[in-house]
């Protein structure tokens, strides 16, 4: 076994002698999360951090669609039609009832969401939105102006 590591050694010392851990990227830098304390789950939080995966995916499925649930009004707030609010919904809800045909996780109370009272509280933010008066446009340049533009656009 010593052998072996004074072989290592020699390659380490000849390559510091070469110069080739000179100019590496963080020489000189303390080592990230050294003053933070000890967390086991520490490859996980990096894991979540460097894939940029949201930490709510990690939840159990009865609380994410209890998530999915209480988001619901921002969710369906910029759909166009009814239709598209009621096609979104019911996919919500045949997601909640696969649940809870093999509930999986922890027992909490998940329930279908009522279709008429979504669409109802979607038209109401429709017309709350519509209620409020847009900002006032920028005032239009002289058509002379825009004519001087365009004969320097052309040459």
Same mark, same amino acid.
Do not use: C, F, K
């Given at each position: 076994m010593n052998g072996w590591n004074a072989t290592v050694e020699a390659q380490i010392r000849s390559a510091q002698e070469r110069g080739e851990f000179d100019n590496l990227p !963080?020489? !000189?830098k303390p080592i990230p999360g050294r003053e933070v304390p000890y967390d086991e789950s520490w490859w996980i939080r990096s894991f979540l951090e460097r894939e940029q995966i949201p930490p709510h995916l990690? /939840? +159990? $499925? +009865?609380?994410?669609l209890r998530r999915r649930i209480e988001q619901l009004p921002a969710e369906v707030r910029d759909l +166009? $039609? #009814?239709e598209a609010v009621r096609s979104y919904v019911a996919g919500l809800n045949a997601e %909640?009832?696969?649940? /809870? *045909? $093999?509930p999986t996780g922890? *027992? @909490?109370v998940v329930r279908p969401v009522n @279709?008429? #009272? &979504? %669409? *109802? =509280?979607?038209r109401?933010? =429709?017309? =709350? @939105? &519509? &209620? %409020? +008066?847009?900002p006032p446009e920028p005032p239009a340049e002289p058509a002379t102006r825009a004519r001087r533009r365009w004969r320097w656009w052309r040459r």
């Open positions: !963080g020489a !000189g990690m /939840l +159990p $499925t +009865p609380l994410q +166009p $039609t #009814e %909640v009832l696969s649940w /809870l *045909r $093999t922890p *027992r @909490v @279709v008429d #009272e &979504a %669409v *109802r =509280r979607w109401a933010d =429709r017309q =709350r @939105v &519509a &209620a %409020v +008066p847009a």
